[in-house]
């Protein structure tokens, strides 16, 4: 009797846990409703010789997930689903391929008091490989377009997702405004300003095409994890590209990626097999090895690597209950004649990856301990452990030193041009006794090169990190450009109205124009109250690499009407030059130019009156 019911709970159990039968299916579009997914399921079995062979039981989309789990009737209907879908290269309603594997069966699933042996093992069955095509849709979704359509598919996102998103904006503070006009009869009513009236109110030049639309990258950020070789997972280094359940995908595949970049990560891995510490592992908080970052500088064969890593014992969660620290000296002298023994290899990558070989090696090596749950500040330590404690790169007629953790455009080439058209939009406002109020200014590189090329008289740079302004300092120095330049680490908003009225006094000084060239997130209100409250600050050069989402806001402040919070007078956008910084990517660099609006830009000309 008793194993009777034994048998009957076993078959019960393997009723209820349904997890051979599931699959899931990856690069589908965002917005399929689980109602939808039947009909999209007798679409993919069109090309089957017998769709009646697969049935499914159950389907399940989370919201915004490109993903669908679907439970078949019996496992071997699964597996004939896996096979139609990834030898047949099912595409979706957008021509991309979709990608069907097993899906995680609860069996799998990591229990929090697991033992970090088991979780490293647990980690490793669920990497996911994805395919080559599968890596590049992911981290650079344009590289099936030709490089013209490619510019104009970002000509068009900048129309619609930018500077018509900024109009939009600035047309929404006039309304709140008049709203309020009309509950407070003692608010004065505002007119919408002149220049917004106009049909295209920012006039979108063409996009400035990339010298370069291959391996153009200068740096990188490999993460390490787990890959599949020879049906095996094996630690490795390279792009998360959809995730922990994807595993690591070599960069190989990627256009936009050198050679270098490339080789350093093979010689990773090779690393990697015979270290008896475990790559980290960022859900459960334990192993070692994290991030791997790599700089380098073609013009001046130089490259620089950083690599993360948690502490070898303990950590911020405590679940490190390993003590690697007898392994970890070892383990870091062995990586480091690794990389410095010889010239970087050539390696093989796919026809198209357009690259050529040259003779580089590795010039620094840092190593940065870090506990943290997610990522340092650009301004946390890193140990130097071979070589120089810089990169060098050059720009134009300027050289410039990159600490590990300094800001630096990634694509060399097109960062020349993109300065350019910013230095030359300096240059308009009479270059003999203007300032340049470099906002955001972290090495120094836009500051440098408008002095060197005379466009202003005098340069402040101000930058809220101190390792970024000691390097502005020592690139002053380095270009014989001291004089009339200074770098100061500070909140922008605490220097920008003292420094300007200061030299103002001495009349050294009759225009500013400010530069800013802020991260994805946007400058500060306080930095664009400052701005705003300046009166000497005529121009504003704003540099984008967020133009559909942070630039829009920055716009809409600094040309709004004025408020309390946000006095002086208003500017507006007169000039707007996308330039593709990212070629493959559908990411897109913007310079917006906003001056000081007139009495015509508010309320229009006498002709336009008339």
């Known amino acids: 009797e008793d194993n009777s019911v034994k048998n009957q709970k076993e078959e019960n159990d393997q009723s209820w846990d349904r997890s051979d039968c599931r699959v899931m299916v990856y690069n589908n579009l965002k ?22 062979s697969i049935e499914i039981t159950h389907w399940r989309k989370a919201p915004n997930a490109t993903w669908v789990i679907l439970t078949c009737k019996t496992k071997d209907m699964a597996h004939k689903l896996i096979n139609h879908i990834n030898d047949n290269k099912i595409t ?15 069996q799998n699933k990591r229990s929090r008091d697991e033992d970090e042996s088991k979780t490293h093992l647990d980690s490793k069955k669920r990497a996911i490989p994805l395919q080559d ?6 981290l650079t979704p344009l590289w099936r377009l030709s490089y013209d359509d490619q510019l104009k598919e970002k000509l068009k996102k900048m129309i619609r997702r930018c500077t018509a998103k900024v109009c939009q904006e600035v047309k929404k503070k006039f309304q709140l405004l008049s709203r309020e006009s009309k509950r407070n009869p003692n608010r004065e009513k505002i007119e919408l300003y002149a220049w917004l009236q106009s049909k295209r109110a920012i006039e979108v030049r063409d996009v400035i095409p990339s010298p370069n639309q291959h391996a153009y990258r200068n740096k990188c950020e490999f993460t390490f994890g787990y890959r599949e070789k020879d049906e095996k997972q094996i630690p490795s280094v390279g792009f998360m590209a ?42 459960q908080h334990v192993g070692l090895w994290r991030i791997l970052t790599i700089r380098s500088s073609r013009r001046n064969k130089e490259c620089m690597v950083i690599v993360q890593h948690a502490p070898p014992c303990g950590g911020a969660t405590g679940r490190q209950k390993e003590d690697y620290t007898s ?69 134009g007629d300027c050289k410039f030193q990159i600490s590990p953790g300094a800001f630096f455009q990634v694509n060399t080439e097109c960062a020349e041009l993109l300065y350019q058209v910013a230095i030359d939009k300096v ?12 906002v955001c200014c972290g090495t120094g590189s836009i500051g440098l090169m408008c002095k060197k090329q005379g466009a202003v008289s005098s340069v402040i740079g101000v930058d809220i990190s101190k390792p970024a302004i000691t390097d502005a300092n020592a690139n002053a120095k380095l270009n014989n450009l001291e004089q009339g330049v200074r770098f100061i680490a500070s909140k922008a908003e605490n220097v920008m109205g003292k420094e300007t009225s200061k030299l103002n006094k001495e009349g050294l000084v009759t225009s500013v124009v400010a530069i800013v060239d802020p991260a994805r997130e946007g400058l500060h209100q306080d930095v664009l109250r400052s701005i705003r409250m300046t009166e000497m600050i005529k121009r504003v050069v704003y540099i984008s690499c967020n133009p ?55 309320f229009g000309s006498e002709e336009q009156e008339a």
């Open 427 to 438: 240059r308009e406002i009479f270059p003999s006794n203007t300032l340049l109020l470099d």
């Open 242 to 283: 959809s995730g922990w359940s994807g595993g690591v995908s070599l960069p190989h595949v990627c256009q936009n990626i050198p050679w270098e970049f490339c080789a350093l990560a093979e010689i990773f891995e090779e690393f990697l097999q015979e270290s008896p510490i475990p790559v980290y592992d960022s859900r």
């Open 548 to 602: 559909t989402g942070s630039l829009i806001q920055d716009a809409a402040t600094l040309c709004a009407p004025p408020t309390r919070k946000f006095s002086g007078r208003a500017f507006r956008p007169t000039f707007a030059q996308p330039v593709d910084m990212f070629p493959l990517s559908d990411h897109c660099e913007m310079i917006m130019v906003f001056d000081r609006i007139t009495k015509e830009d508010e």
């Open 327 to 395: 392994l970890f000296d070892g383990e870091k002298k062995r990586l480091l004649n690794m990389l410095v023994k010889k010239d970087l290899p050539n390696v093989e990558r796919p026809l198209e990856v357009q690259d050529t070989y040259s003779t580089l090696r590795v010039t620094s090596i840092f190593f940065q301990e870090y506990d943290g749950l997610s990522t340092p500040p650009p301004e946390h330590d890193v140990q130097h452990a071979y070589g120089n404690t810089f990169l060098t790169e050059q720009l």
């Open 31 to 52: 917005y399929i409703k689980n109602k939808d997914i039947p009909k999209l399921f007798k679409k993919w079995l069109m090309t089957h010789q017998d769709p009646g």
């Open 92 to 106: 979706n309603q957008k021509g991309k391929e979709l990608f069907a594997t097993k899906a995680e069966g609860p």
């Open 133 to 138: 095509d599968q890596v590049r849709d992911k």
